[in-house]
């Protein structure tokens, strides 16, 4: 179901199809070219077969239509504290005790980030960037390794490629 974050962020929550309450939730953030119908069914798929409420968070708020060519240069002006504060209102959202996160690229570097807030239970990154790139930081960037080694962090799992630029 697409709806809205209190901040007016999008945000698809699924639930078991087959009416089972949820056991656990997960949180969702999409790679860098944000919520799609890609992740809507992602979501809705771990929800059926794992028994959780999902939540896909969109990175992008009011900023959906922009072109990967203008993202890639535009990460930078995402705003860790608001998309932080958005994850954290998701996995409220989901009305279940435990919550995981998990994300992709883009999406994994901001799960590293949110490990630090102390509101998930367990955290995934899938080729997230370590580091902060470059290219991306701006005033109030948190360094991923910085938050998932801070006191508040949730045990959290890197998945990477060996050669892959962005997370060396």
């Known amino acids: 179901m697409r709806t809205a974050l209190a901040s007016g962020t999008p945000v698809e929550i699924c639930t078991p199809a087959d009416g089972r309450p949820p056991t656990r939730g997960l949180v969702l953030i999409p790679d860098i070219m944000g919520l799609r119908p890609l992740f809507d069914a992602h979501a809705q798929r771990l ?7 999902v939540a896909a968070v969109e990175p992008w708020p009011g900023r959906e239509e922009l072109p990967l060519e203008d993202r890639l240069g535009a990460v930078g ?13 998701a996995a409220d959202a989901l009305d279940v ?5 998990a994300g992709f690229c883009m999406g ?4 590293f980030k949110a490990a630090g807030t102390g509101r998930f239970h367990r955290a995934v990154g899938f080729y997230g960037m370590l580091r902060v790139p470059e ?3 701006a005033a109030g960037s948190i360094e ?4 998932v080694t801070s006191p508040d962090a949730c045990p959290t799992m890197a998945i990477v490629g060996t050669l892959d630029q962005w997370t060396p």
């Open 77 to 89: 002006t995402i705003e860790d504290a608001a998309l932080l504060a958005d994850l954290t209102a």
């Open 135 to 137: 290219q991306w930081k």
């Open 108 to 111: 994994g570097m901001f799960t």
């Open 47 to 53: 929800a059926d077969d794992n028994g959780w409420a």
């Open 144 to 147: 991923p390794l910085a938050a």
């Open 97 to 101: 005790e435990l919550v995981g996160i």
